[in-house]
């Protein structure tokens, strides 16, 4: 059993940009910056830490969970935890080539065929993170990544400390897995922490909610996933869900504990044309 120490983790949160371990992806959806928010709806202990939604796991690197299943469809992203976890020297010594002020070398790069050596595939994984734009991962309909340069304004070097941090935090008792979320959750009971935080958008709150979200994450994923919500909480583990602000998914969550909370967007071309979104925070206890 894990105790939550909350006021340790609203002080972490706080300096997150400075504090290990700290996600090494800039991911869009990522809800470091509603950390703040979250603590607050945490239990006060909690067994195995279940997180089918992973992203750059700022969650979970806040916690430093010690029993955890971590999960996301996105088998390269999972690929890359791996790699990190097994081998952050590796990982950091193949992408000291990279740079990402260089828009020629990221088109080139994301051009060419990913290299088989998993720590080298790994670091090009972390390249095209960084120097995309606003984090976003896409591909096309062949798989290939596609996402446009992102113009970094500096050229934030891979920390080899962080790293390794990481790699220690991913260790022990934490799982890694490429499943669809149902799956990943069917161990999920009694006195287990669970995090949900769907892929969503937050500019169609109420202006064709359905309609453009069923390009990321349809309505009948949103019912799954609510109906997996319902089905651990009534094993005795305790859920917290972030989602979209909006009535349909509020009366999805009716019976959990809501609050509606706001951050900037990350998903604009400049820091002045981000504007403030709300999200729901739902959970029980």
Not at 130 to 149: D, E, I, S, T
Not at 241 to 262: G, I, K, M, Q, T
Request: aromatic share 12%; net charge positive; with cysteine.
């Amino acid at each position: 059993m894990t105790r939550v120490d909350a006021k340790s983790l609203e002080e972490q949160a706080l300096r997150f940009q400075s504090v290990t371990p700290r996600p090494f992806l800039r991911w869009a959806g990522s809800k470091r910056s509603l950390l703040t928010h979250v603590i607050p709806s945490l239990p006060r202990e909690y067994n195995r830490y279940y997180e089918p939604f992973l992203g750059s796991g700022s969650l979970f690197f806040l916690l430093q969970a010690q029993d955890a299943v971590l999960n996301d469809l996105n088998q390269d992203l999972i690929s890359t935890f791996r790699a990190v976890r097994d081998g952050p020297s590796a990982v950091h010594r193949s992408y000291a080539h990279f740079d990402v002020l260089s828009k020629d070398q990221y088109y080139a790069v994301r051009g060419s065929t990913p290299p088989k050596n998993r720590f080298e595939r790994a670091a090009r994984f972390l390249y095209l993170n960084r120097a995309c734009w606003n984090g976003l991962y896409r591909v096309n309909q062949r798989g290939q990544f596609n996402v446009p340069y992102g113009a970094p304004k500096t050229a934030s070097p891979l920390e080899l400390a962080n790293l390794k941090a990481c790699s220690r935090t991913l260790r022990g008792r934490v799982q890694l897995t490429n499943l669809d979320f149902h799956a990943s959750l069917d161990a999920a009971g009694e006195g287990d922490l669970v995090y949900l935080d769907p892929p969503y958008v937050t500019t169609h709150n109420q202006n064709g909610f359905l309609d453009y979200n069923k390009r990321i994450f349809s309505w009948k994923d949103q019912e799954r996933l609510a109906e997996c919500a319902h089905l651990a909480a009534a094993r005795g583990a305790w859920v917290i869900v972030s989602n979209a602000n909006h009535d349909d998914v509020r009366w999805l969550y009716r019976d959990f504990r809501h609050v509606v909370v706001s951050r900037n967007s990350t998903l604009a071309s400049s820091s002045k044309a981000r504007k403030r979104v709300s999200e729901s925070l739902f959970w029980t206890g």
